[in-house]
């Protein structure tokens, strides 16, 4: 037998305390632990301690812990060291097993959950490091006692058998989740495509089910960790007494659960979703003194030959999934594989694969839309060009082109929204990269940029690199950043936008006085420009509390010494109301509806040359910046 040995963890977290109450938390499991309070020194003692188990946080400064996991996943000194994250974000949970994750625990920390996670990692990585030595051992013994074969059978059998019980305690640890002793992600993964090379063989009638918990979460925050998996434990039991043996039940993280079912027919999904829920409406979870009626919300998708990898069966269970909690408990959304057909249909949309099949054919197109000084330069000096870019999808099955508010959100959602920015970026850069003679007199062109986006590190990285390619000057571009969309770390997105404006790009806090996050951004955040959210320019001129609104944000804007521009500018009753309030800038119709962003199109738009020398802006502060999505 391999000799037992002291366990060695690994705590991560950038808040000592936060080390100290997990290590108190494991002071009785007699392991060894180490402690890092960053991730450079985490990859620093992974590689020299070489630890049996990382507990890593995932919110920290510089390096954060899905790097930090990425990093040591790449390394082959230490990409099999399992890799618990802690955190207080459920959003982390799915990222985090994206990186190499083996599990998650969640903060406030339930030292009970954290013992008996901890312990079963150790536990599996234990019997694959004496799996290794047995096999070692084994493969030894076996030329070692070929001429004694006859006395050494009996020990060398009982040997044997010692390595397949470990080989198929290991299986079912890596097939299983250990809370309900269902099928886990990784297994479904597997039976999924296999069952995926089927159906592209043969005809095969096949479902999937997604199914939602609701309240899984108030179960847990209120009665704790213990109850919330005996509620699963629970929930498993009462779904799968409801199945047939050849159905395919597992849970997938989380208080999701997924079901492949075969030969049901064509209303086979809907009928056992409608089953699943009518049990769960007589099912009461019972917890001390304390009951809880439970529902799901169940997506439903058919198999076919249009899905083609677990992947895509996922990512299409999960938005009919999330429109289904969103029309309430004990929903049922049966996936619709048309595509776009329209903005009344909006919804039956499966935007990831729409937005992932747009990317891979170049389906987006770049337009632009003029900004419009309202106060002449000094000596009525023309100001250089301002333009907003504004990005559309093209519908190839209906010839049409479907605007950003449709698909905006549906990006962010899926993680894509990085890939759309990107693709702008270069479009934008490489078009000002073919007409040098036009720098000049451009003043500058905004590009919409999602606060989501720049917290991917390499962005900055990246757009500096696509200015140097295409020889275009840092100063013609200017990022608008929506007020709207939560910057979670101040810090990085800070360091980002420095980062930019040394090489002249400026900045624009877009739809500004939209959320509640303004004053704040302001104050830390390098902007150089506002944008007065249109929703509040729009009917000024009829709206008195919206004209109110507009001439306090003008005010403030002028303390603070930056340029205003207002979007959605449609009347000249607006546009005089805003000349009088000191408005630099107007945005919209009544001066400029979007058009194609083409060479032509931009230098059709061109100021004419300057006589003499160039005058400065309406505002004293830098040039204004973009616009919104139109």
């Known amino acids: ?12 977290d950038d808040t000592p305390h936060n080390i100290d109450v997990l290590s108190a938390t494991l002071a009785d499991e007699h392991c060894e632990l180490m402690a890092a309070t960053s991730g450079a020194r985490a990859l620093e003692l992974a590689a020299r301690g070489r630890p049996d188990l990382v507990l890593l946080d995932v919110m920290m400064p510089g390096m954060d812990g899905f790097e930090v996991c990425r990093r040591l996943k790449a390394d082959p000194a230490t990409t099999d060291i399992p890799v618990i994250f802690v955190t207080a974000r459920t ?48 493969e030894e013994k076996v030329r070692e006692r070929t001429a004694e074969l006859t006395i050494a059978n009996r020990h060398l059998r009982q040997e044997i058998n010692e390595r397949r019980y470990m080989q198929d305690r290991l299986n079912y640890l890596a097939t299983h989740d250990f809370v309900t002793r269902l099928y886990n992600r990784g297994a479904l993964d597997a039976h999924v495509s296999e069952l995926l090379a089927r159906v592209q063989r043969t005809d095969c009638d096949a479902v999937f089910l997604l199914i939602d918990i609701d309240q899984f979460r108030l179960v ?4 704790g960790c213990i109850a919330g998996d005996e509620l699963l434990r629970q929930f498993g039991e009462v779904v799968g007494g409801l199945l047939q043996r050849t159905d395919f039940f597992a849970r997938l993280g989380g208080d999701k659960f997924g079901v492949v079912a075969e030969d049901v027919g064509p209303d086979g999904g809907p009928v056992l979703a409608r089953r699943i829920l009518d049990q769960l409406a007589e099912f009461e979870f019972h917890w001390e003194e304390r009951s809880f009626k439970m529902a799901a919300a169940v997506a439903v998708v058919r198999i076919a030959r249009d899905i083609v990898s677990f992947d895509q069966l996922m990512l299409v269970a999960d938005e009919a999934a999330y429109l289904a909690k969103r029309e309430g408990r004990g929903t049922i959304r049966v996936h619709d594989s048309s595509l776009l057909e329209g903005e009344g249909h909006r919804e039956s949309v499966n935007w990831a694969l729409v937005l992932v099949d747009a990317l891979k054919r170049n389906e987006f197109r770049a337009y632009f839309q003029r900004l419009t000084p309202l106060a002449a330069g000094a000596g009525g ?21 479907v605007l950003p508010g449709l698909f905006i959100a549906p990006a962010e959602r899926y993680h894509l929204i990085g890939e759309l920015d990107r693709w702008m970026i270069r479009e934008v850069v490489s078009l000002l990269g073919k007409l040098p003679d036009t720098h000049d007199r451009i003043d500058q062109v905004a590009i919409n940029l999602s ?32 007020e ?5 770390n101040l810090q990085s997105a800070s360091e980002f936008m420095h980062n930019l404006n040394r090489l002249g790009c400026r900045f624009s806090l877009d739809d500004f006085g939209s959320g509640f996050a303004s004053f704040t951004y302001l104050r830390q955040l390098p902007f150089d420009t506002i944008k007065i959210d249109g929703m509040f320019v729009r009917d ?8 109110g609104m507009v001439r306090s944000m003008t005010e403030m804007a002028r303390l603070l010494r930056k340029p205003v521009v207002a979007e959605f500018v449609e009347t000249e009753a607006v546009a005089g109301l805003l000349r009088e309030l000191g408005v630099d800038w107007a945005q919209g119709f009544l001066y400029h509806v979007p058009e194609p962003l083409t060479a032509d199109a ?13 005058l400065p802006a309406p505002v004293p502060a830098p040039a204004t910046p973009p616009a919104a999505l139109a």
């Open 1 to 12: 037998m391999v000799t037992a040995r002291v366990s060695k963890i690994l705590i991560v």
């Open 91 to 138: 959003d982390d949970v799915s990222q985090g097993f994206a990186v190499g994750g083996s599990d998650y625990i969640s903060k406030p920390i339930n030292a009970d959950e954290v013992r008996a996670r901890v312990r079963y990692q150790l536990e599996r990585r234990n019997l694959l490091e004496q799996l290794r030595e047995l096999n070692h051992g084994l």
């Open 220 to 223: 847990n925050e209120t009665c």
């Open 381 to 401: 000096a023309t100001p250089g060009l301002h333009v907003e870019t504004l990005i559309r999808l093209w519908d190839p099955r209906r010839q049409k082109l």
């Open 451 to 482: 606060a989501v986006s720049i917290r991917e590190p390499g962005l900055a990285q990246f757009v500096a690199d696509t200015l140097r390619e295409h020889g275009v000057p840092g100063r013609l571009l200017c990022f608008e950043i929506t």
């Open 484 to 488: 709207t969309e939560a910057i979670v």
């Open 540 to 547: 000024m001129d009829a709206d008195l509390v919206h004209g």
């Open 602 to 614: 931009l230098r059709a738009s061109l100021p004419a040359p300057a006589p003499a020398a160039a």
